[in-house]
């Protein structure tokens, strides 16, 4: 079905323009630190993960876009930002929207496929047993030190080696699992790929649910600029917790440990873990519906 401004909500200059500004000041809250760091070539290993990890610039969460549905009207061409001026939306007279209809099939289909994933990731039994390994599996027997130029471990590396082979190790997810330390990788309950991510992928995982950020990212402009900040502040988050559960010493940036070679440490795990699921399992719903919408047109 053809979109047109009749079927949108029209927000005058006066009112998206403020809106456009707050969500600016809400996004620089995240990104005036790693911006600051990335300019003197300083690291902080919480705060500017995200900025590493996934290759967005920082500026894509901080330029607002409306989303599907809604209608900009602006006083004159010159003043509309470039953003909008892109082909992916279309502009009649005075106002602009996301344009659906000029989408192309390698879009939608990069969408249709994201859907799917959620919607099979939602479908899933979440496991909540997990305790964080991953990021133990990768220093296993120390062959590599993934983040050493960062930080030191904060354990001896043989009880980091003997938490690994005394626990179960059941990571679901193929981006944690393909940096695991080549000897952890049998230890693993499941061998993930690429290819078998819809198989595997469940709402209990840190990174499954850190990844609604990148599935977010990958969706824009249709989804807007207000779900993409969301899910952004629930990965920076679910990283927060990913390091404090692992076996590197933060201590130089105040980054208290979750001791999950501990059972008070574990089940400290398990509690922030589902919490945080939950917001994913809420945010990956809604991710789902407005792509849903998008790909009907």
């Given at each position: 079905?053809?979109?047109?401004?009749?079927?949108?909500?029209?927000?005058?200059?006066?009112?998206?323009?403020?809106?456009?500004?707050?969500?600016?000041?809400?996004?620089?809250?995240?990104?005036?630190?790693?911006?600051?760091?990335?300019?003197?070539?300083?690291?902080?290993?919480?705060?500017?993960?995200?900025?590493?990890?996934?290759?967005?610039?920082?500026?894509?969460?901080?330029?607002?876009?409306?989303?599907?549905?809604?209608?900009?009207?602006?006083?004159?061409?010159?003043?509309?930002?470039?953003?909008?001026?892109?082909?992916?939306?279309?502009?009649?007279?005075?106002?602009?929207?996301?344009?659906?209809?000029?989408?192309?099939?390698?879009?939608?289909?990069?969408l249709e496929w994201i859907a799917n994933l959620l919607e099979a990731t939602q479908r899933h039994i979440p496991n909540f047993a997990c305790h964080g390994l991953h990021e133990w599996a990768m220093v296993y027997r120390a062959e590599e030190i993934r983040h050493a130029s960062l930080a030191p471990l904060r354990l001896p590396?043989?009880?980091?080696d003997a938490l690994i082979e005394s626990?179960?190790?059941?990571?679901?997810?193929?981006?944690?699992?393909?940096?695991?330390?080549?000897?952890?990788?049998?230890?693993?309950?499941?061998?993930?790929?690429?290819e078998t991510r819809h198989l595997n992928e469940q709402p209990g995982c840190v990174h499954a649910n850190m990844d609604l950020y990148k599935w977010a990212a990958k969706s824009m402009p249709w989804i807007g600029s207000e779900l993409l900040l969301e899910t952004f502040r629930l990965a920076n988050e679910l990283r927060d917790l990913d390091m404090r559960a692992s076996p590197y010493d933060l201590s130089a940036w105040d980054v208290t440990p979750v001791k999950i070679e501990t059972p008070d440490g574990r089940k400290q795990y398990e509690d922030e873990q589902r919490r945080?699921?939950?917001?994913?399992?809420?945010?990956?719903?809604?991710?789902?519906?407005?792509?849903?919408?998008?790909i009907r047109g």
């Open positions: 079905m053809k979109a047109t401004a009749e079927q949108q909500q029209i927000l005058e200059w006066e009112d998206w323009t403020k809106v456009a500004d707050a969500h600016l000041s809400k996004a620089c809250a995240y990104t005036t630190g790693p911006r600051y760091r990335r300019d003197r070539g300083e690291k902080h290993p919480v705060e500017d993960f995200l900025f590493d990890y996934y290759p967005y610039p920082l500026v894509l969460i901080e330029l607002w876009h409306p989303g599907c549905g809604i209608t900009l009207r602006f006083p004159d061409i010159e003043t509309l930002p470039d953003r909008f001026k892109s082909a992916r939306y279309r502009i009649e007279g005075d106002i602009c929207f996301v344009d659906t209809d000029g989408m192309k099939p390698a879009q939608r289909e990069r590396q043989s009880e980091i626990r179960p190790i059941t990571c679901t997810h193929h981006d944690a699992f393909r940096f695991f330390a080549k000897e952890a990788r049998p230890l693993n309950r499941l061998q993930p790929t690429l945080l699921a939950e917001k994913a399992r809420l945010l990956r719903e809604r991710l789902i519906e407005t792509l849903r919408s998008v």
